[in-house]
Nanobody, 119 residues
Framework: VQLQASGGGMVQAGGSLRLSCAAS????????LAWYRQAPGKQRELVASTYNGGTIIYSDSVKGRFVISRDNAKNTVDLQMTSLKPEDTAVYFCKAVRIPPGSVPVDYWGPGDPVTVSS
């Protein structure tokens, strides 16, 4: 699976951005789609994930501000970010996880998309 993110950029605090990640193949066969981020000098962290069965998980730091959504028709997973804060500044990564029956999970990562929130 190849992933390509878009939509990053610079925004003022309080503003909004929408990230989109396009997959090279049908996402209905992908078990987990997620957004991660990595701020300068920090470890990569989970922002939000959506499971094929419908479960959605958000990190505490973005709950109520970010919304993850998957569009099986377009093979995309989007991250709508609102009320952005300077601490949301990071490089954002799209991740896909396939779990073949009876096998181990396989991770696929897209290239990072930088987001900068100015105060």
């Amino acid at each position: 699976v190849q992933l390509q993110a878009s939509g990053g950029g610079m925004v003022q605090a309080g503003g909004s951005l929408r990230l989109s990640c396009a997959a090279s193949e049908t996402i209905s066969r992908i078990n987990i789609l997620a957004w991660y981020r990595q701020a300068p000098g920090k470890q990569r962290e989970l922002v939000a994930s959506t499971y094929n069965g419908g479960t959605i998980i958000y990190s505490d730091s973005v709950k109520g501000r970010f919304v993850i959504s998957r569009d099986n028709a377009k093979n995309t997973v989007d991250l709508q970010m609102t009320s952005l804060k300077p601490e949301d500044t990071a490089v954002y990564f799209c991740k896909a996880v396939r779990i073949p029956p009876g096998s181990v999970p396989v991770d696929y990562w897209g290239p990072g998309d930088p987001v900068t929130v100015s105060s």
